[in-house]
């Protein structure tokens, strides 16, 4: 049954109040949860895990406003909508943190032993897990709460370990000396999303090798990190270099050390690099490592995981690695053997974490054989399967997967999933579902590894463990595959290309149909937001500030997919705005409900022009914003409902509806103007909400309506009834003739409250026609009184202003509409000024002292306000001229 309004809006838009008290309601109605249902269309998304030590940061607003946009759209279509939420248990993250807290008291993780340090952790994620879920209410996201989820909860615990299990089994999962990012403040192998890389200002180091057999014959080789030397097992060269070809083969001394390094030729090696010979040292870097395969040379670790040098490393042994280097270099140097130092700068891997220089090592790890997990993950995208938004991402991800290298999941962490296996003195290694505690080949005592995975291990599976894998969930049934998965291209390989493979693997099935990518939110100047930088911003700030819905609105207005967005405060000014402006337009119209029949429809022959134009403006609003939507271009919706409500409900209808608001002799009229302002707000407010959905739940909840909430309400449907192309026409003509009016009055300055006359001319006898029944919307929002229509042939009228539009040629007549004397006064107050400041600019620009040492921008600012100035003098002269002929007229 239809519920009357309440009209208690207040007057001033308060968002803090608004949007607590409508948050509480959805949740405590349990509008977000969602049961299976057959009958119903499904619609899911997973939410991308935020790390359980996060605290909301800008690309968490605008991933999350992104996924709550779609969400409340679905919802509102009447699908079966499941946004799944829940956070990462974050293994580096969250051991730091609480590193951190015990170190204030003197102690580490070891003084407390690996099960109460967990304990520990366990306390601090029970204390603190929470605060970035409230933040995400905060911003109103509408998760199904009901159902969150933890990577490391008793659920998802069980999938990683079936996972991991059905992997080594199968020989997909093996242990390896490889080469990884190590992270020596951390003590663990880190992933490379885990490693941020700066451009650093440093030294290329020019170092020659005595080739063997021969007294004065060197090579030389540059290296950025000379205290590696003592790791060379070999020296490569491009095959074509002339310059090295009658060497290849033979072998070099390692200078200091004396060891041989064979000569090898690989076409890795860039020839205009440095000398282009390269130093060979296969456990402390990626790329050697690969030629050290190539070429079976030796890996020798010079290098301790805490970044001292190792004990085999001679006088250098223990020292720190920055230290050693220090005294390699004056070693090379006393010896001969150091030729230059150049400045060079280049790009050095930090640990995310701790911001410690990673050092590539080779070290014992459980490896992921990615190979075969990669080929039908690419294949599920280059056919269609999963549909990248832009497409453009396709060809990134096809890319990378086509050249990915096993995946290293092995952490030196205590905090996350412990890997399964377990090892005995006898030389077994078990790797189990359940726990064991003897060998099962001796019966000896046995020791599970000591390491955890890698935090991406179990994200990788999180679009089907958090809906109950490995059981066979009703769950899984209805909402697997999900159907979009939103998140930003940085992370597009370590965890979007990763749920792909696991997805294909143990559910045979993708994880989700189409994969929609957001760009990142700089900061004004188009800086990726930083600590270092001081640039971020805090979105509950902003909430606080100006309200949630405001920055849901400026997050999304003018974003486009994949690409990167700025943020400017004036641009969360302009959504505030227009949250004051759609606040205000829809107390004026609850204002004027009083008597509001709700059972009351009009026949189509008591609409007016404007009430058919703004039905049919809103209906075409309503295709264009679902036909954006169903495509993921979410700003160009939101633009579009932006238009509509300012634009043409605001600033046109409102303003023609009033005057039939108040007339209060023509009831009908008044009626039909009330149905029209109800039912286009009310169903405006309904394409609104995904965007704004505090604002328009408010005023929603306050006009006539059925239903508990604005989020159970349909969404609305094209109707073809109601689309009327030729009244928007006229209308649209119409609207052109106001605008040029006033245009023409603001150019003369006439007073707001002076009417002034108004003739028209038409092109045609039909426009006439349609027009002349229409002239009162022309003197209401013209301030135009007479308005008269000239003949085809009439003479052009004398001292008017005039403007042509589609169609309509405008006159103003100017005689006694303005005081002349006045406006001269005016106007010529407004050319000294000019005059003034056209002087100072010329004084400046022909000033050599100015010239020669003032900034070339602030010139050629300067160069254009003389432009300008000088446009604006010409326009005031041209003017006066005009006014000096009305008043000798």
């Not at 779609?70 to 939420?85: C, D, Y």
């Not at 832009?390 to 096993?406: A, G, H, L, Q, V």
């Not at 390989?493 to 994969?515: N, S, Y």
Request: net charge negative; with cysteine; aromatic share 10%.
């Amino acid at each position: 049954m239809e519920q009357e309004q309440t009209n208690n809006i207040s007057t001033v838009y308060d968002p803090q109040a608004v949007e607590a008290k409508w948050y509480k309601f959805w949740e405590d109605s349990k509008l977000f949860h969602a049961e299976v249902d057959k009958d119903k269309q499904p619609f899911s998304i997973v939410i991308p895990p935020p790390n359980v030590t996060g605290q909301l940061h800008m690309g968490h607003a605008l991933d999350n406003t992104l996924q709550d946009i779609l969400i409340r759209f679905k919802r509102m279509q009447g699908n079966n909508t499941l946004w799944m939420p829940g956070t990462d248990h974050a293994g580096i993250a969250t051991q730091i943190k609480v590193e951190e807290v015990l170190a204030q008291d003197g102690k580490t993780r070891y003084d407390l032993g690996r099960e109460a340090f967990i304990d520990r952790v366990w306390d601090w994620k029970a204390q603190y897990g929470s605060r970035i879920i409230n933040q995400l209410k905060r911003l109103g996201a509408s998760c199904d709460w009901d159902r969150e989820r933890f990577t490391m909860d008793e659920g998802c615990s069980e999938a990683v370990r079936e996972v991991f299990v059905s992997l080594y089994e199968e020989g997909l999962i093996y242990q390896g000396h490889r080469i990884t990012n190590w992270c020596p403040r951390c003590n663990t192998a880190l992933s490379d999303i885990e490693v941020e890389h700066e451009e650093k200002p440093g030294n290329l180091y020019h170092v020659r090798y005595l080739v063997e057999g021969t007294d004065n014959e060197y090579v030389t080789v540059a290296t950025t990190r000379p205290e590696t030397i003592l790791g060379d097992s070999g020296v490569a060269v491009h095959p074509d270099d002339a310059r090295y070809k009658h060497l290849i083969g033979k072998g070099l001394i390692l200078p200091l050390v004396g060891r041989r390094l064979p000569i090898v030729a690989d076409e890795y090696v860039d020839p205009s690099f440095g000398t282009g010979a390269v130093k060979v040292t296969p456990a402390h870097d990626p790329n050697d490592f690969e030629m050290g395969l190539r070429h079976q040379l030796a890996q020798i670790v010079v290098m301790n995981p805490d970044g001292t040098m190792a004990a085999d490393t001679g006088k250098y042994a223990g020292m720190d690695r920055y230290e050693c280097r220090k005294a390699l270099v004056n070693d090379l140097k006393d010896q001969g053997y150091l030729v230059k130092i150049d400045e060079h700068s280049h790009a050095v891997g930090h640990c995310q974490r701790c911001a410690t220089v990673v050092e590539p090592l080779v070290s014992k790890q459980w490896f992921v054989k990615i190979g075969p997990l990669a080929k039908p993950a690419i294949e599920a995208v280059t056919s269609g399967k999963i549909q990248f938004v832009p497409e453009r991402f396709t060809k990134i991800y096809t890319n990378w997967m086509d050249n990915i290298r096993d995946w290293c999941i092995s952490r030196q962490l205590w905090w996350g999933h412990r890997i399964p296996a377990w090892y005995c003195e006898c030389g077994e290694v078990t790797v189990s579902r359940e726990d064991i505690t003897v060998c099962p080949k001796c019966g000896g005592k046995v020791e599970q590894d000591p390491d955890v995975l890698d935090t991406w291990f179990s994200s990788a599976l999180w679009p089907f463990s958090t809906m109950g894998w490995p059981q066979d969930t009703a769950e899984l049934k209805q909402f697997y595959p999900t159907s979009v998965l939103v998140t930003g291209y940085d992370i597009i390989f370590f965890w979007v290309a990763r749920m792909i493979m696991m997805g294909l693997k143990f559910k045979k099935e993708i994880p989700f149909r189409h994969v929609f990518i957001h760009g990142l939110v700089r900061d004004s100047q188009g800086r990726k937001m930083s600590k270092s930088l001081g640039n971020g911003i805090d979105p509950l700030e902003v909430c606080d500030k100006y309200g949630a819905d405001t920055l849901r609105f400026m997050l999304v207005t003018g974003n486009t997919p994949g690409n990167d967005m700025r943020f400017y405060w004036e641009r969360v000014e302009s959504s505030r705005n227009f949250a004051n402006k759609i606040w205000n337009a829809s107390r004026f119209v609850l204002m004027n409900l009083e008597g509001f029949d709700s059972t009351f429809t009009p026949g189509a022959n008591m609409f007016t022009l404007a009430d058919r134009w703004i039905l049919s403006r809103y209906n075409q609003t309503v295709a264009d914003v679902t036909r954006n939507l169903e495509r993921f271009e979410l700003g160009e919706a939101a633009r579009m409902v932006y238009e509509f409500i300012w634009d043409e409900f605001c600033d046109w209808y409102i303003e023609l509806a009033k005057g039939r608001l108040y007339n209060k002799e023509d009831a009908e009229s008044r009626k039909v103007a009330q149905y029209v302002l109800n039912y286009v707000l009310k169903s405006t407010l309904v394409l609104l909400h995904p965007f704004m959905p505090f604002i328009t739940e408010a005023i929603w909840q306050n006009l006539p309506h059925q239903g508990l909430s604005i989020m159970t309400t349909n969404w609305p449907e094209e109707d073809a009834t109601l689309a009327k192309p030729q009244d928007e026409q006229l209308m649209a003509v119409i609207m052109e003739v106001i605008k040029a009016v006033r245009n023409m009055r603001a150019e003369v300055n006439v007073p707001p409250g002076k009417k002034s006359q108004v003739l028209l001319k038409f092109a045609s006898d039909e426009l006439k026609t349609k027009i002349e029944a229409n002239l009162g919307y022309i003197k209401i929002l013209a301030a135009a009184d007479p308005v008269e229509v000239l003949a085809a042939n009439a003479a052009t009228p004398e001292n008017a202003m005039t403007a042509i539009v589609s169609g309509v040629e405008i006159y103003l007549p100017l005689k006694g509409l303005i005081d002349v004397e006045k406006e001269n006064a005016r106007l010529n107050k407004e050319l000294d000024n000019l005059d003034k400041e056209l002087a100072r600019i010329a004084g400046k620009l022909n000033n050599p002292g100015f010239t020669a040492k003032a900034p070339a921008d602030v010139i050629e600012k300067e160069k254009a306000k003389q432009a300008e100035y000088l446009e604006k003098q010409a326009a005031i002269k041209e003017r006066l001229v005009y006014l000096a002929s009305l008043s000798d007229d």
